[in-house]
């Protein structure tokens, strides 16, 4: 009898159990909720708010904007002191004068560049000796008058002064100096090791410079600079060799000057986290003067990538999520990685596929119902 009662209980539990979803269900009227799909009914007003996006895929070209420093470039960059203590006796050089490699910017006189010379003429003149004395011995010793024990000592001292006019000669060349072109007590002309432009002119006829005096003049080669970005170690990723960079200036704000990306620096800085990405640019107008600070857009090379509409991306807590369609009224809440924005629409990592249909507008009225 108790059997009896208890199955009765639990059959009248059942029904009213169904009759609440029933109930509920129609009051609403307007979807059924199945996990994370949501079915909308025939009649449903949310069919009319709702707007559908086919996903494609697109060639997609990451920007990121940075500021960054002109700089010249090494190799096109000179820095002209006195390589020695002396005077400046004359200049040939103006400020804004293009100039050669090998051009004449000053010429500076010194006992210490006249004793070079001096030890130089002198260690010459004592190798063409020696040069004599044993072509002398050999000819001795091939006629056989000449004594083997000469002819080696000939040959060791013609060594020797060898050594000493090759040591003699370098320590010339140290000075940018072409030993056979010299004139014994003539003064130094310091010439330019690049060619370019004076960009800096301190020369003063009759001054007179220590040895580790600051430059004189400079030489700089401007037509292309070097720009020095940085890029945080979040975006590091995103940034190539030759990929393209934009730039532009505060003097020129209608004015985009291309660069390219030619170098990304190995090391992180540690107080900023960002790592310096050097920039080459075309300046032929020399619009970009070195410490001047510029804005610059990178622009990744162009990649197949997923873009929604931003509407059709919701979020909840850390969550971003799109609803997919997967059946006549039926849509699918499913997760996404983005990495970004552009022009209105959201950059897709992960999550959907080309030819998937989402929901472009609307898809707040579908969160409702989850």
Same mark, same amino acid.
């Given at each position: 009898m108790k059997l009896q009662s208890f199955t009765l209980i639990a059959l009248v539990l059942f029904i009213c159990s169904c009759d609440k979803n029933t109930s509920s269900e129609e009051a609403n009227g307007n979807y059924i909720v199945r996990g994370d799909t949501v079915i909308l009914t025939e009649n449903s007003n949310i069919k009319s708010r709702i707007q559908l996006y086919t996903v494609e895929t697109e060639q997609y070209r990451l920007e990121l904007a940075s500021v960054g420093t002109v700089r010249a470039i090494p190799n096109n960059y000179a820095e002209i002191a006195p390589p020695f203590a002396g005077r400046v006796l004359k200049s040939y050089v103006r400020l804004g004068q293009r100039v050669e490699q090998g051009s004449p910017i000053f010429d500076i006189s010194?006992?210490?560049?006249?004793?070079?010379?001096?030890?130089?003429?002198?260690?010459?003149?004592?190798?063409?000796?020696?040069?004599?004395?044993?072509?002398?011995?050999?000819?001795?010793?091939?006629?056989?008058?000449?004594?083997?024990?000469?002819?080696?000592?000939?040959?060791?001292?013609?060594?020797?002064?060898?050594?000493?006019?090759?040591?003699?000669? =370098?320590?010339? #060349? %140290?000075?940018?100096?072409?030993?056979? !072109?010299?004139?014994?007590?003539?003064?130094?002309? $310091?010439?330019?090791?690049?060619?370019?432009?004076? =960009?800096?002119? #301190? %020369?003063?006829?009759?001054?007179?410079? !220590?040895?580790?005096?600051?430059?004189?003049?400079? $030489?700089?080669?401007l037509t292309k600079v070097w720009i020095v970005g940085q890029v945080k170690e979040k975006d590091i990723r995103f940034i190539h060799e030759l990929d393209e960079v934009e730039v532009k200036i505060a003097a020129f704000p209608d004015r985009v000057i291309k660069g390219k990306v030619y170098h990304v620096n190995e090391m992180i800085d540690e107080e900023t986290r960002s790592v310096q990405v050097l920039i080459e640019c075309d300046n032929k107008e020399r619009d970009l003067k070195p410490g001047m600070y510029v804005n610059v857009r990178f622009i990744d090379t162009p990649a197949p990538t997923i873009l929604v509409p931003s509407q059709a991306v919701l979020q909840m807590n850390d969550n971003q999520f799109v609803f997919v369609q997967v059946g006549k009224d039926r849509y699918q809440k499913r997760k996404i990685e983005t990495e970004g924005t552009s022009n209105g629409k959201v950059v897709t990592k992960s999550g959907l596929k080309s030819g998937e249909v989402i929901v472009s507008e609307g898809g707040i009225y579908l969160l409702e119902a989850k």
């Open positions: 010194s006992p210490a560049f006249f004793t070079a010379e001096k030890e130089y003429f002198d260690a010459k003149q004592e190798f063409r000796l020696a040069e004599l004395n044993l072509k002398r011995q050999q000819d001795l010793l091939k006629n056989g008058v000449g004594v083997q024990r000469e002819l080696e000592a000939a040959e060791t001292e013609y060594e020797i002064k060898k050594t000493t006019l090759e040591n003699a000669s =370098v320590a010339l #060349k %140290i000075f940018n100096v072409e030993p056979e !072109k010299l004139s014994l007590g003539r003064p130094l002309t $310091v010439v330019s090791p690049i060619k370019g432009e004076i =960009v800096d002119n #301190k %020369i003063v006829i009759g001054q007179y410079l !220590k040895e580790d005096s600051e430059p004189i003049a400079i $030489v700089a080669e």
